[in-house]
């Protein structure tokens, strides 16, 4: 099994920013990609942003010129840099890691972002 522990959301105003950290744990064979999604009240989850193994990044258009998703291979972590936040960023964040042919999700964690 694998485990993906989640930090760094929180309260902050309109125009801060925030990191977000992913490390995951446990039985792992290989990372493959790995990604951001969000989940604001009444609304379906969404894509944040993804990374495949070899750095290449994908982003949602309202996150475009403001998040940047990164990763440590070697700490299994996968990070999002969420600047000029905006109230509409408010969520709850989850991280996805894909391991083998499995796709294991954090717990989520709380960004809140006051105008």
């Known amino acids: 099994q694998v485990q993906l522990a989640e930090s760094g959301g929180g309260l902050v105003q309109a125009g801060g920013s925030l990191r977000l950290s992913c490390a995951a744990s446990g039985s792992i064979s290989s990372i493959g990609a790995m990604g951001w999604y969000r989940q604001a009240p009444g609304k379906q989850r969404e894509l944040v942003a993804t990374?495949?193994?070899?750095?290449?990044?994908n982003y949602a258009n309202s996150v475009k010129g403001r998040f940047t998703i990164s990763r440590n291979n070697a700490k299994n972590t996968v990070y999002l840099q969420m600047n000029s936040l905006k109230p509409e960023d408010t969520a709850v964040y989850y991280c996805?890691?894909?391991?083998?042919?499995?796709?294991?999700w954090g717990q989520g964690t709380q960004v809140t972002v006051s105008s």
């Open positions: 990374i495949t193994s070899g750095g290449d990044t």
């Open positions: 996805n890691t894909r391991v083998g042919f499995y796709g294991y």
